[in-house]
């Protein structure tokens, strides 16, 4: 994230983030203006940031990954300790392979037969198959599957498959070969390749050692929101065998099956995919809180934050993809990167409904050297309130869960159970309520505080289609205003069916969405009233106060 940090007085960057200090210029704007100072903008936390600062794609494309160990001590503070051998990781993953499939998987074990050659099909590769059965009915050599809108392949630097969002990954080794084969090809020439653009594809490669990650695309997506999904796609990966388990496994055998590791974890990955297709948390590389009152938000991370344990780091309660209170340790920050895996991760199972959940889970921009544990529950089955409480402590499972005890019993002393059930009722808001006429949507974040907030897509964007166009239509004015060899801060976008306006800030970025029939000049006066009702709703729209303990 060097790319993110800029020297300013009154500024430190612990572990590698931008993070506000106590010179930080606590004054806020009365009425916005394209001069905004960062951290004055609406939406800014208050006392401070709650994530590592950043700047979507070019956060995700730092050259930090896998740097751990170049990382000094005080950088590292806090992090889960890096292992002196891989019996730890080898013990977590065991644990983490047992939820994903059922069946605990011994990765010592599974090496060393691997050397010897003696690796034959193993209880995890059955069940493999028929977690994959539906995808390995769609035959690759058919119209069908070449018509998706966008293939994504992972392959090892061997050109060994390892994952693929459509058919079998075995039907489609020889294609991945040959794609391994273009990246060799120019590696020998000491040169790179990272796409080919024709007949309206876009073939976007990334290579991130031991693995390389190939999109298939026809969309209107950029070259750069492409590879944006792609490290997505690459972190997941990470988040499940962490980067020192998997250089170990390349080191020890370069054309290792990964598939054998990652079996179970399909859904996982095809769910991130969906989601980075609907949701613009993605896109805009920051997280959406729960409209709530501020009264009762605070209420709430007042009751998190009462209900600590030593080896807790971050006790986070969310709402489907929506952050209703975050409370972390004093001097680590989270990533939104992770806490997108941390949702993705839940919303691909339901079966963290049925109890409490203890999983191995690493977060890569983090700590990507290894595992933290997360104690993962639903507050009641009948309420879409998910609490995650990562640890440091593996065997602390117990303690974690008295937590959660500890956490419902003050919000029932508090009284704020009644307005949480009310909140989601309607876990979004109208863009009716900004009462701008041809308004139709916004998307606004708050760079400093790594939260955006937008409203329901309503007419006449009802069918997921539209919603799908709508999101395109973003993807665009995002990769303009991010385009890394002409970057623009303002784009104003007329069309047959709406006009669009993106307006990009040192302090935050607005995309808004609104009527052919309307002017510039009306969508301007409209970004003026948008951007102070922004302002008045902040303390609901936003968590202005975030808790430490």
């Not at 297709?277 to 998190?304: E, I, K």
């Amino acid at each position: 994230m060097a790319a993110d940090v800029h020297k300013k007085k009154g500024w430190e960057v612990p572990n590698g983030s931008l993070a506000p200090g106590d010179g930080q210029h606590a004054e806020r704007s009365e009425s916005p203006t394209p001069g905004l100072a960062q951290g004055t903008e609406p939406g800014a936390g208050q006392e401070g940031a709650m994530f590592v600062h950043t700047r979507s794609y070019e956060d995700l494309t730092s050259p930090e990954d896998g740097a751990a160990a170049a990382r000094s001590p005080e950088e590292r503070r806090g992090e889960p300790a890096e292992p002196t051998s891989m019996e730890q990781i080898s013990k977590d993953f065991s644990e983490l392979s047992t939820q994903l499939t059922g069946m605990a998987l011994d990765l010592e074990e599974e090496m060393r037969q691997s050397k010897e050659g003696k690796l034959e099909p193993s209880p995890q590769t059955t069940r493999r198959d028929s977690v994959l059965s539906g995808k390995e009915e769609e035959d690759v050599t058919m119209d069908a599957w070449r018509m998706h809108r966008k293939h994504v392949f992972v392959l090892s630097e061997a050109g060994k498959p390892v994952y693929s969002r459509y058919g079998s990954e075995e039907a489609l080794s020889s294609t991945m070969g040959v794609m391994m084969a273009l990246v060799s090809f120019l590696e020998a020439e000491k040169n790179a390749i990272r796409s080919i653009h024709a007949d309206g594809y876009k073939v976007v490669f990334v290579r991130r050692s031991p693995l390389v990650l190939v999109a298939v695309a026809r969309t209107q997506q950029s070259e750069q929101e492409i590879a944006h999904e792609l490290l997505y796609i690459y972190y997941q990966i990470l988040s499940l065998l962490t980067w020192t388990q998997l250089n170990h496994i390349f080191q020890q055998k370069q054309n290792y099956d990964l598939r054998r590791l990652l079996a179970g974890s399909e859904r996982i990955t095809d769910n991130l995919l969906d989601l980075m297709a609907h949701d613009p948390s993605f896109l805009m590389g920051a997280v959406r809180c729960l409209p709530l009152a501020a009264s009762v938000r605070d209420a709430v991370s007042t009751s998190l934050q009462q209900a600590k344990a030593k080896s807790l780091v971050f006790s986070i309660l969310l709402s489907g993809n929506q952050l209703v209170s975050l409370v972390r340790k004093k001097d680590q920050f989270l990533h939104p990167i992770d806490l997108h895996l941390l949702f993705n991760l839940i919303s691909s199972s339901s079966s963290f409904r049925e109890g409490e959940a203890w999983t191995p889970i690493c977060l890569p921009k983090f700590n990507s050297s290894g595992f933290f544990h997360a104690h993962i529950s639903y507050l009641e089955q009948e309420m879409d309130l998910c609490l995650l409480l990562v640890s440091t402590d593996r065997e602390d499972f117990f303690t974690v869960s008295d937590c959660k005890r500890r956490f419902q019993e003050r919000l029932r002393r508090r009284g704020v159970h009644h307005a949480l059930q009310e909140a989601l009722r309607t876990p979004f808001y109208s863009v009716a309520q900004v009462g701008i006429p041809d308004l139709r949507h916004f998307i606004y974040k708050s760079k400093s505080s790594g939260l955006f907030t937008s409203p329901e897509i309503e007419a006449p964007y009802v069918r997921e289609e539209e919603k799908e166009r709508l999101l395109g239509l973003y993807q665009y004015l995002h990769s303009r205003a991010h385009n890394s060899s002409r970057p623009l801060k303002n784009i104003y976008f007329t069309g047959p069916r709406e006009n669009l306006l993106a307006w990009v800030t040192n302090a935050f970025e607005l995309y808004i969405c609104y009527s052919p029939l309307g002017t510039k000049a009306g969508a301007i006066s409209a970004v003026n009233k948008l951007m102070k009702w922004i302002r008045k709703e902040e303390d609901r729209l936003f968590i202005l106060t975030p808790q430490t303990y």
